[in-house]
């Protein structure tokens, strides 16, 4: 795929996620804060796991980006054979996201948690976007990103698809909280 293509599907499934997570802002803190169950996340732990994940992933791209070598071209992008089976294990499939567990440090279970969560996810995400069009400048194939697992490395373009589909999975997650019967 072309990486012009790549970046205007992963802006669109940006623009997704901003849309359903300005829908969050309508409902009241019970609503925000409840739970399936004891073990659990929230509609809100859901967003906060997000922005602790944003608060390392954004500057971490916004730093390479901004180090790379510029390119005029829009060349094919392509993610490794790790780091696809990576970003497709984060979409749901059939109605139901594979299990993972998350690091301690961006586990929010338990936190106390307002609706300044959602302002601070929608933030994040319009930053998302500015760096997304900035990537429009750089080859995304050759450009690395350190990624949260130590010694592991990304294509610029796999820790995009990385974040957007991680943001997804969770926002998927909010909604089944929201929408259970």
């Known amino acids: 795929m072309k990486q012009s293509e790549l970046i205007a599907d992963l802006k669109a499934r940006t623009n997704e996620v901003i849309s359903q997570a300005e829908v969050f802002k309508n409902l009241s803190d019970e609503q925000l804060n409840a739970k399936p169950s004891p073990v659990s996340w929230s509609v ?16 971490e791209i916004e730093g390479r980006i901004i180090n790379a070598k510029k390119t005029k071209s829009d060349p094919n992008f392509k993610s490794g054979w790790f780091g696809e089976k990576t970003v497709q294990d984060m979409l749901p499939k059939n109605g139901a996201v594979r299990k993972m567990k998350t690091f301690k440090d961006k586990n ?26 900035l990537a429009a400048s750089v080859d995304m194939g050759n450009v690395k990103t350190k990624i949260t697992l130590p010694l592991i490395t990304f294509k610029l373009g796999t820790t995009f698809r990385f974040v957007v589909y991680h943001n997804q999975r969770h926002i998927w997650q909010a909604n089944n909280v929201v929408n259970r019967k």
Not at 44 to 59: A, K, T
Not at 109 to 131: A, C, E, P
Request: glycine content about 4%.
């Open 44 to 59: 809100l732990e859901c967003l906060e796991h997000l922005n602790l994940y944003g608060d390392f992933y954004l500057p």
């Open 108 to 133: 929010p279970i338990h936190s106390s948690l307002n609706i300044s969560v959602i302002d601070r996810f929608l933030k994040q995400q319009q930053g998302m976007l500015r760096l997304l069009d």
